[in-house]
């Protein structure tokens, strides 16, 4: 059984930023993908950025430049930082990992709010 704990998520103004963060336990074979989703009322998840092993990363064209991720291998922590974020960011987010052996594992996702 592996558990993601998620953090960082809130209320936010336009403009401003938030730090999600993931960090994996339990039952976890060797990491390889590590990353975010995000889901908005009436809209299908969406992937928003991920990090592979080795670093590569992957962003959704609407957060490039925006948002950033991170990873620490050594504690199976994955970040994300936002910034300049817009009302249209506002979601539930899903922490989202994938082992060497294509097992994938989800959190229980954290309300990110962009109003004024």
């Known amino acids: 059984q592996v558990q993601l704990m998620e953090s960082g998520g809130g209320l936010v103004q336009p403009g401003g930023s938030l730090r999600l963060s993931c960090a994996a336990s339990?039952?976890?074979?060797?990491?390889?993908?590590m990353g975010w989703y995000r889901q908005a009322p009436g809209k299908e998840r969406e992937l928003v950025a991920a990090?592979?092993?080795?670093?590569?990363?992957n962003y959704a064209g609407s957060v490039k430049g925006r948002f950033t991720i991170s990873r620490e291998n050594a504690k199976n922590t994955v970040y994300m930082q936002m910034n300049n974020l817009k009302p249209e960011d506002t979601a539930v987010y899903y922490c989202w990992i994938r082992s060497i052996l294509n097992l994938s594992s989800w959190g229980q996702g954290t309300q990110v709010t962009v109003s004024s």
């Open positions: 990090i592979t092993s080795d670093s590569p990363t």
């Open positions: 339990g039952s976890i074979s060797r990491i390889n993908t």
